[in-house]
């Protein structure tokens, strides 16, 4: 699979950076199936290196309770082993692997997650429904580059999404919960096929999108594509019958519907160009099909070049690219601001804590990524947020919304490891005990709290503290000293300090070392 998408986006620098050599991998952890794609994308082109994919059906997996259990778990974590066999030798940094709908639902998501990262040898992040519609997009645009106004719709196994966007750009972006394994499950789960199924299942979804009505009209789009698996699987199926050269219509439907009807039961069912995987799930599939060409008036669906796995590499390439300019802008910076403006952040203070934190980080012992960094200056940017909702507590909800508030270019792992920071930038540290055995993130947590302290008069903070924090989880040491004119000087800076010090020293096996020194510290 290989195509010439246009160029992307003009980036701050006039001039170009050159980019890194060498292939990228995403890793798409779907309801129903796995997938691996490797590819090379640069100077405007994709090109397809190597693609896997297995049948792993973990929606299949979740239980009553929304737990994910069984054999579905076993599948994933060995097919995510041999996906890390397949890339082995290539940087951890140019691969991302992402989960959707299922491991959104899973009540016990961080189980598997720790399971499947340690089977991948890559953390997986959980991404949200638009995010997921965002980079679905982006593959589209990538291998069917187009100016044509577009409908984009992906049905997985247990979420739908819809994309209204023209060439690169988005202009509305939706998912639902409604997918081919769920209404499979539900309405076909005894393998059998009937018209009252078939009727249930199309109701079932129509009211799940029927929402959507006035914001997906044919008014709004010239070409309507279907990505992924369920429209693929049955756009090969009619060509194959003859019923129509691939296009996906409400005859063609029926057509499919009346094949079922006939065969009775899915192990009866003989469609040519149907692999066999996906014949659990095809009656959920139609379902959903129908129930969209209906809703919103759909004539002809075509299926799509392109995915949420080209989707994640465009976006991989581009926040490498972004790396290597001198402001490693990319779209998550566009999202801080954005939100920033939502909610009426004071951009003063902000920046006051933003440069009081980076300066403090930067000065801890142990070495740090550009994207630690990065994620401190987010977390500084955004730790009052919560003033929107009321100053009191304003921190604990500046981190629900973080962690909730739909950002492009983010993951839900990652908001919410934001979210987890900005909660711990006062108050006690136990509610933010989970940081406290990462080295990494309880530097972050100290530059934060400490620069939210300092410059809590919404002053610029005062010269003089000296901060270090060595070790590891059972050994760390805090070393936190300040001139001792602050006694006199700034008395309630100084109270504030020897506050922070008490609760630091709180945390299991941490020394802490503080209070006033004579001497100025070294520049």
Known sequence: MSSDPPATSPTRNSAAPPQEAGPLAAIDLGSNSFRLEIANCQAGRYRRIDYLKETVRLGGGL?????????????????????????AGMPARRIRAVATQTLREASNRDEFLQAASQALGQPIEVISGREEARLTFNGVAALQPADTRRLVIDIGGRSTEMILGQGRQINCAESYGVGSVSLSRRYFADGRYTSTAFAGAQVAAAAEFEEARELFTPAMWSQALGSSGTAGAISKVLAAHGQTDGAITAAGLRWCVQACLQAGTVDKLVLRSLAPDRAPIVGGGIAVLAALLDLFGIDTLRPAKGALRQGVIVDLAERLQAEQQADHHDLRDDSVLALQA????????????????????????????????????????????????????HHRHSAYLLGHVDAPGFSQSQQRMLARLVLGQRGGLGKVQELWSDPARLQQLLALRLAVLLCHPRMDAPEGLTVQLAGKPRGYTLSLHWPASWTTDLPRMAYLLEQEATAWSKIDDMRVDSGTTSTAPVA
């Open 63 to 87: 239980d009553e309770n929304s737990r994910l259990v069984g054999p579905a778990v076993d599948r994933g974590l060995a097919c995510l082993a041999r996906f890390r066999a397949r890339m």
């Open 342 to 393: 939502r909610f009426g952040v004071d951009l003063a203070q902000a920046r006051r804590v933003r440069s009081t934190a980076l300066a403090v980080h930067a000065g801890l012992a142990g070495s740090t990524s550009l994207e630690q960094v990065r994620e401190l200056g987010w977390v500084a940017d955004l730790h009052e947020i919560g003033m929107a909702v009321s100053h009191h507590d």
